[in-house]
């Protein structure tokens, strides 16, 4: 399985931007669909956007439509979350998701993870 590390999350204040970063390592990100969760204190992990593994399909979860896009970098092994105007309610820990099988769309499942890096959006 791909090990993945999430980074660039922090501290913003409410209508600022953040971008999320994915890096894999021990696979090739451009075989796999690719995704970004969140969980907030409470509540069950959420999705949040996707990417297949051609780049070319990229679903988002209504809560951020227009606000948050997805994109890979495969040369570089990397996904990214652009999430601009940003709100308190996107405050959560995100995490990077990979599916588990190779040239697959729709993800079949998630069978990697990362550690999770928190985003905290104040009003």
């Known amino acids: 399985q791909v090990q993945l590390v999430e980074s660039g999350g922090g501290l913003v204040q409410a209508g600022e931007s953040l971008r999320l970063s994915c890096a894999a390592s021990?696979?090739?990100?451009?075989?796999?669909?690719m995704a970004w969760f969140r969980q907030a204190p409470g509540k069950e992990r959420e999705f949040v956007a996707a990417?297949?593994?051609?780049?070319?399909?990229?679903p988002y979860a209504d809560s951020v439509k227009g606000r948050f896009t997805i994109s890979r970098d495969n040369a570089k092994n990397m996904v990214y979350l652009q999430m601009n105007s940003l709100k308190p309610e996107d405050t959560a820990v995100y995490y990077c998701?990979?599916?588990?099988?190779?040239?697959?769309?729709?993800?079949?499942?998630?069978?990697?993870w990362g550690q999770g890096t928190q985003v905290t959006v104040s009003s």
């Open positions: 998701a990979a599916d588990g099988s190779r040239h697959s769309w729709p993800p079949l499942a998630y069978a990697s």
């Open positions: 990417i297949s593994w051609s780049g070319t399909s990229t």
């Open positions: 021990g696979g090739t990100l451009s075989n796999y669909a």
